[in-house]
């Protein structure tokens, strides 16, 4: 098999990941289009299902302006989470073990009752259990953090790990909550839940309505992460991060 199929291009962003070396972008050659990258986000994020990791939940990517101009891509794009990615709130992540990666400030919904194959999603308090302050630590295996749309979805849209603070109720409103990222409690970012699709709850909808036309159904017990309230930051040896997300709390990540 050539190493520009899908199952090649899926090798080739394992190892990036699993070696922490950047890769070239691949789509443009291979001519793989949006659809096409989905089948490649599929096989690679089975190579880690093959190695024993479970499948814990679904991230929306880009979802809002600052993300967007910061990466030069205006699609909302989604990807999977696995067990393996997800770092104990407050806990340590290694550094060297990424290539470049960065923190943003999200929110995370723990997912109750979702709909069945072609039925609309209900009530978002029926639907989501519990709300958390979140970050993700993104981390592209392209050089330079470049991509094009196609590239960006096949590397299952940067997912490299991400912490959940701890959950809440939902409050009963979610759309203009205050958001700080404090790298060594200096505020670094400043945002609004707003900032995610004029308001989070909108990001499930979208996620559903995305992954389900590849087929993909949300299930009760996933985590969320509904987007980023602000641009990525880059992740150094020794920072400590924090997310501060109004009515929601903190969730934090310390970098080895
Ligand atoms: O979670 C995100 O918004 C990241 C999506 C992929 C683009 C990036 O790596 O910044
Ligand atoms: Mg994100």
């Given at each position: 098999?050539?190493?520009?199929?899908?199952?090649?291009?899926?090798?080739?962003?394992d190892k990036a990941a699993t070696t922490a070396t950047a890769i070239p972008q691949l789509a443009a050659e291979a001519g793989l289009d949006v659809d096409a990258a989905y089948g490649v986000q599929t096989a690679l994020v089975q190579r880690r299902l093959d190695r024993g990791e479970r499948l814990v939940g679904l991230k929306m990517g880009?979802?809002?302006k600052a993300k967007m101009a910061q990466v030069g891509v205006d699609e909302v794009i989604w990807g999977r989470l696995t067990d393996a990615m997800w770092v104990p709130d407050g806990?340590?992540?290694?550094?060297?073990?990424?290539?470049?990666?960065?923190?943003?400030?999200?929110?995370?919904?723990?997912?109750?009752?979702?709909?069945?194959?072609?039925e609309p999603l209900g009530a978002f308090?029926?639907?989501v259990r519990a709300v958390a302050p979140a970050i993700e630590l993104i981390d592209s295996r392209y050089a330079n953090?470049?991509?094009?749309?196609?590239?960006?979805?096949?590397?299952n849209t940067s997912a490299a790990a991400f912490v959940v603070g701890p959950w809440?109720?939902?409050?009963?409103?979610?759309?203009n909550l205050g958001v700080l990222l404090e790298i060594d409690g200096r505020v670094a970012q400043v945002g609004s839940t707003a900032a995610i699709l004029g308001d989070p709850r909108r990001a499930l909808d979208e996620g559903v309505r995305l992954a389900g036309r590849h087929g993909v159904r949300l299930r009760e017990g996933w985590v969320f992460l509904a987007g980023a309230a602000?641009?990525?930051?880059?992740?150094?040896?020794?920072a400590q991060v924090r997310a501060v997300v109004e009515k929601l709390g903190t969730a934090s990540l310390k970098a080895a």
């Open positions: 098999m050539s190493g520009l199929d899908p199952a090649g291009i899926a090798e080739q962003l880009l979802t809002s806990g340590s992540v290694d550094v060297s073990t990424y290539i470049h990666p960065r923190v943003e400030p999200e929110v995370a919904f723990l997912l109750d009752r979702m709909p069945e194959p072609g308090t029926d639907a953090f470049t991509f094009s749309l196609p590239d960006v979805i096949a590397d809440s109720p939902v409050p009963d409103g979610l759309d602000t641009a990525a930051v880059p992740l150094r040896p020794g």
